[in-house]
């Protein structure tokens, strides 16, 4: 795991990590450590090797449990929001090192190999997928997410719910994005999606995509800057550091829940290290 968002330290997990995770009120004591079970759950992040081959290639760990213990508490943590309040959390604090003047919008797709809900082929891929919207600011790190949509349909489908959501995602973690520029490619040129953004006195910097309008068009011409969308670069930098988790390249999990709880540990992970 030669990676620096996913090489924690012991001080590390104690000081940042272990006070999110919950403990039992009553039942059991689980005789493990919880530090040990979360850097396999990290482990199977980075590497995306299949839950029964988890302890073939770790490193620094024996562990006195089986991979099924590891599961367990994945699938635990998962249902009760643990990941993703460890993202909104580390959200909040480092939201003063923030850039978000300008934000970015994009999605991206995941091939599927096994069933599992909201999944769809697409003749782009090649196969069957699912896509997630992701924003980022300017510096290319995740803030807000959408939800877990089908492969066959294109960034535009339900963008001004997932939008609304993203945005009140932020107001709640303090962050304030008036007056900011929202970066989007062509694949994102729409009325409603404009609107949504000038609700929300933001600047929308999307390039115009031509196979919309058969003739120029009249009045004053929309806001563009290209200058500061060529700085959009950074939204794929933070899609190869996603593509770095193996687990999030391809897709095995069957829930939507589960699938979006590996992505909320992701970008806890890069906050994590900012």
């Known amino acids: 795991m030669n990676c620096k968002y996913t090489n924690l330290q012991k001080e590390l997990i104690e000081n940042c990590i272990l006070c999110f995770i919950p403990k039992n009120k009553r039942g059991f004591t689980s005789r493990f450590e919880m530090a040990d079970i979360f850097k396999c759950i990290v482990h199977k992040l980075k590497t995306g090797c299949q839950w029964n081959f988890l302890f073939i290639d770790i490193e620094g760990c024996k562990p006195p449990f089986s991979w099924q213990t590891v599961y367990y508490y994945y699938r635990k943590w998962s249902e009760k929001g643990v990941f993703k309040e460890m993202f909104e959390t580390y959200l909040e604090i480092q939201k003063e090192k923030l850039d978000t003047e300008k934000l970015n919008l994009d999605g991206t797709h995941s091939l599927v190999k096994k069933s599992a809900q909201s999944v769809a082929y697409q003749h782009r891929k090649r196969g069957r997928t699912s896509n997630i919207l992701i924003m980022t600011d300017g510096n290319g790190i995740p803030i807000a997410s959408g939800g877990i949509i089908c492969g066959n349909h294109n960034d535009l489908y339900q963008i001004v719910p997932q ?107 890069i906050l994590l290290k900012v």
Not at 192 to 199: E, G, M, S, Y
Not at 200 to 229: C, L, P, T
């Open 163 to 269: 939008y609304a959501q993203m945005m009140k995602d932020l107001k709640s973690r303090g962050i304030c994005v008036e007056n900011s520029i929202q970066n989007a490619d062509k694949g994102f040129d729409s009325k409603r999606l404009r609107r949504a953004i000038h609700r929300r006195k933001m600047f929308a910097n999307i390039v115009e995509n031509k196979r919309n309008r058969k003739g120029k068009k009249r009045g004053k011409k929309r806001f563009f800057n290209q200058d500061i969308y060529d700085q959009r670069f950074v939204n794929e930098r933070t899609f190869a550091w996603m593509d770095s988790f193996r687990t999030l390249l391809i897709r095995f999990d069957s829930l939507d829940s589960s699938w979006l709880s590996w992505h909320y540990l992701a970008f806890a992970l």
